[in-house]
C-alpha cells in the first residue's frame, strides 16, 4: 500500500528497502525464521542477494565485501549467529573499511525454533555495537544508521530483531540516507587485518577505544528516545518491549533505547533519577537490568517467570502490578505434521519399523520424531545428527550401536552435515555408521529456499551444484546409494536394513523432490532449459 511516501511493511520488508536506498551492494545469509524474507525482498527491490551454505560463510563473505569498501548485509536467525560468531568476534578487531550490518533475528517464545537464547549478549560478548528496533520505521531508520555507524567507527554492526518486530506490517516513510558507498577497492593493512597475536594485541585496544567513542555518541545523539510522561512511574525499554509498555502503562515516562549496546549507562541514571520508580521492562534475559543494577542504579525488573517467551500487554500489565500469579494456559494448538506426501514419511515409517536409534537433525523432518512415527530420538542443531549419532555408536553396547542411524535434510546437510561425514571418515565406530540424506530438493522448513545442493541461486537462476553421493564417494565410503523413496518404499527398506547389518559406514540419499516444491522446481528447469537452448542459438548465429 502506497500513499505518498507511506509505505506498509514488514520489518524485514523495511531492512530490505533501507539496505537498497542506502546502496548496500551485497547481501548475504542462510534462511531461518523470522529473518528469511529480508534477503529474498532485497532481492525483489533489485539487489544482489545470495544464500550461503551456513551463516558462517554469509558472514564471512560480508566481511570480505566490506574489506573492498562495499556495504553488506548478512541475515541470519539468532542461532545462526553462533555458526557465525568465531568470525564475528575477529572482525569486530579488524573492523571494516566499508559497512557491514549482521542481521540476528531472535525468537523469543520459539515460534520455529530450537532454543530462545538471547543475541544482546553477544554484541557484549563480541564487542559489537548493537541497534534494536521496535516497529517497522525503526527497522528502515536503524539499518541506515547501523550503515553510517559502521562506515564511521569502521566496526561492524548488529540489528537485533525478534519475531514480533520481524513480521508485524507498520507505516514507513522512506528518506534521503545520505551519500552512495564509496568505490570498492583494496588497500593493504597487513598489521589490522592479519590477526596473529603481534597484531591482534593492538587490535584489541583499537576495539575498546571505538566502543569508548560509540558509548559517548550514543549517550548525546544515540536513537534513544526521553518521553516523559507522569513521573510517578519510569520505565527503561527497548525493542518490541516498548510497544507492550506503551500500551500498557500510556502515562508512564519512557526511555526507549535504540542502541542496546555500548548502553547510555548515564542517560538511563539521570531517567532513573527523575522518576519515583523505575521499572525496566524486556524481553527475554534480564539483560539492561543486570547492566543498569551493576552501574549502581536502583531499577525493578521483571519476575523470573517473565524471562520465558514472548511479552505482551497484558504480560506487561501484570509485570508493572508485581503479579506472579500463574498466568492463563492459551489453548492447545493443532500439533503440526508431515504433509500427507511428504516424501520423508518412508524413511520414518522404515526407521520406526526397525527399531532404529536416531540422531536426528533439524527442518520439516524433526517432525518424525512424532507419533505415528516417534522416530528421532536427538535433536539439538544443525548437523548435530552425525556427530552425537557417531558418539552414540562409539558409546552404546553393540546391539544397541548397530541400530543408531543418523538422519539429515539436505540443506541442513550442506549447512553443517559435511564435517560430520568426514568425522565419521577419520573416526569410524567398529559397527560402521549409517547416515541418511532426506534430499527433497529444498529447504522446506523455512519455505523453500534453494541452497548448493539444488543447483539454482537465491533468485532460482542455475548455478554450480554439490553432489552428494560424489562427495561422500570422494571422502571414501564405498556403500553410499540413492534412492527413490516415494517410487520404491520397498527398496528403501532394503537398503537401511542392509546397511545396518554391515558393519561398515553407509550413507543413503533419499532423494523425492518436496511435494510442495515439485511443481516449481519443474518450472525453473525448463526456464533453466529455454534459457539455454536460447544461447546456443544465438552462440551459432542463428
Ligand atoms: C543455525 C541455524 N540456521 C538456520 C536454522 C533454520 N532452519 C532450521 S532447519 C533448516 C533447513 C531445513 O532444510 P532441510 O535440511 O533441507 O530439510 P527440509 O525442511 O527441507 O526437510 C533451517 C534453515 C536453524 N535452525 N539453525
Redesign the pocket.
Known amino acids: 500500500m502506497k500513499e505518498s511516501n507511506r509505505y506498509l511493511l514488514s520489518g524485514n520488508e523495511a531492512v530490505a528497502q533501507a539496505a537498497r536506498d542506502a546502496g548496500v551492494g551485497l547481501g548475504t545469509g542462510?534462511?531461518?525464521?523470522p529473518s528469511t524474507e529480508i534477503l529474498e525482498h532485497f532481492a525483489k527491490l533489485g539487489g544482489r542477494a545470495q544464500w550461503s551454505p551456513?551463516?558462517k560463510v554469509a558472514l564471512e563473505v560480508g566481511l570480505g565485501a566490506a574489506f573492498a569498501r562495499g556495504r553488506a548485509l548478512v541475515t541470519?536467525?539468532h542461532?545462526?549467529l553462533?555458526?557465525a560468531a568465531d568470525p564475528l568476534f575477529t572482525a569486530a578487531y579488524t573492523g571494516v573499511s566499508g559497512a557491514l550490518v549482521v542481521v540476528t533475528a531472535d525468537d523469543p517464545g520459539m515460534a520455529?525454533?530450537?532454543n530462545e537464547q538471547d543475541n544482546r549478549r553477544y554484541a557484549v560478548a563480541a564487542g559489537v555495537p548493537m541497534l534494536e528496533p521496535s516497529d517497522s520505521q525503526e527497522c528502515y531508520d536503524f539499518t541506515v544508521a547501523a550503515i553510517d555507524i559502521s562506515e564511521r567507527w569502521r566496526i561492524p554492526v548488529l540489528l537485533r530483531m525478534t519475531t514480533r518486530v520481524c513480521h508485524s506490517l507498520t507505516v514507513v516513510r522512506r528518506r534521503d540516507v545520505g551519500g552512495p558507498p564509496g568505490a570498492p577497492g583494496f588497500e593493504h593493512d597487513i598489521k589490522g587485518r592479519v590477526m596473529v597475536p603481534a597484531n591482534a594485541r593492538p587490535a584489541h585496544h583499537r576495539l575498546r577505544e571505538k566502543l569508548a567513542d560509540i558509548l559517548a555518541w550514543n549517550e548525546s545523539s544515540g536513537p534513544n528516545r526521553w518521553i516523559e510522561r507522569d513521573n510517578t512511574l519510569g520505565i527503561v525499554t527497548s525493542g518490541i518491549a516498548y510497544m507492550h509498555a506503551a500500551e500498557a502503562a500510556p502515562r508512564a515516562s519512557m526511555l526507549k533505547l535504540g542502541m542496546a549496546y555500548p548502553l547510555p549507562v548515564e542517560t538511563i541514571r539521570r531517567f532513573a533519577g527523575s522518576v519515583d520508580r523505575c521499572i525496566v521492562i524486556e524481553e527475554g534475559d534480564p539483560y539492561l537490568v543486570d547492566a543498569i543494577r551493576a552501574a549502581g542504579i536502583t531499577a525493578d525488573g521483571k519476575a523470573e517467570m517473565y524471562r520465558f517467551s514472548e511479552l505482551s500487554v497484558e504480560r506487561v500489565r501484570r509485570i508493572l502490578a508485581d503479579d506472579e500469579s500463574p498466568e492463563p494456559v492459551p489453548p492447545k494448538g493443532k500439533p503440526p505434521a508431515l504433509c500427507n506426501t511428504c516424501p520423508?514419511r518412508v524413511a520414518f515409517t522404515a526407521l520406526h519399523d526397525l527399531d532404529c536409534i536416531v540422531a536426528g537433525?533439524?527442518?520439516?523432518?524433526?517432525l518424525g520424531a512424532l507419533p505415528p512415527f516417534s522416530a528421532m530420538d536427538t535433536c539439538i542443531?544443525?548437523g548435530a545428527s552425525i556427530g552425537v549419532g557417531l558418539g552414540l555408536r562409539h558409546t552404546l553396547p553393540e546391539d544397541q550401536a548397530r541400530r543408531v542411524v543418523s538422519v539429515?535434510?539436505?540443506?541442513?546437510?550442506v549447512?553443517?552435515g559435511i564435517t560430520g561425514l568426514v568425522e565419521m571418515v577419520y573416526n569410524p565406530p567398529s559397527t560402521g555408521h549409517v547416515v541418511i540424506i532426506?534430499d527433497?530438493g529444498?529447504?522446506?522448513?523455512?519455505g523453500l529456499?534453494e541452497?548448493p545442493g539444488t543447483g539454482r541461486t537465491l533468485d532460482h537462476q542455475p548455478t554450480g551444484k554439490v553432489c552428494y553421493e560424489d562427495l561422500a564417494r570422494s571422502l571414501g565410503i564405498r556403500n553410499v546409494h540413492v534412492t527413490d523413496p516415494f517410487a520404491n518404499p520397498d527398496e528403501f527398506g532394503i537398503l537401511l536394513k542392509a546397511a545396518l547389518g554391515a558393519s561398515e559406514l553407509a550413507v543413503i540419499i533419499a532423494r523425492h523432490p518436496?511435494l510442495l516444491a515439485a511443481s516449481k522446481i519443474k518450472q525453473y528447469e525448463r526456464a533453466a532449459k529455454e534459457q539455454r537452448l536460447c544461447s546456443a542459438v544465438t552462440n551459432t548465429g542463428n
Not at 529444498?442 to 523455512?446: I, L, P, Q, Y
Open positions: 542462510y534462511p531461518g525464521t551456513n551463516e541470519m536467525k542461532v545462526g553462533n555458526v520455529s525454533s530450537q520423508h537433525d533439524i527442518g520439516c523432518y524433526t542443531c544443525m539429515i535434510g539436505d540443506s541442513t546437510f549447512h553443517s532426506l527433497n529444498t529447504t522446506a522448513m523455512t529456499q541452497h518436496c
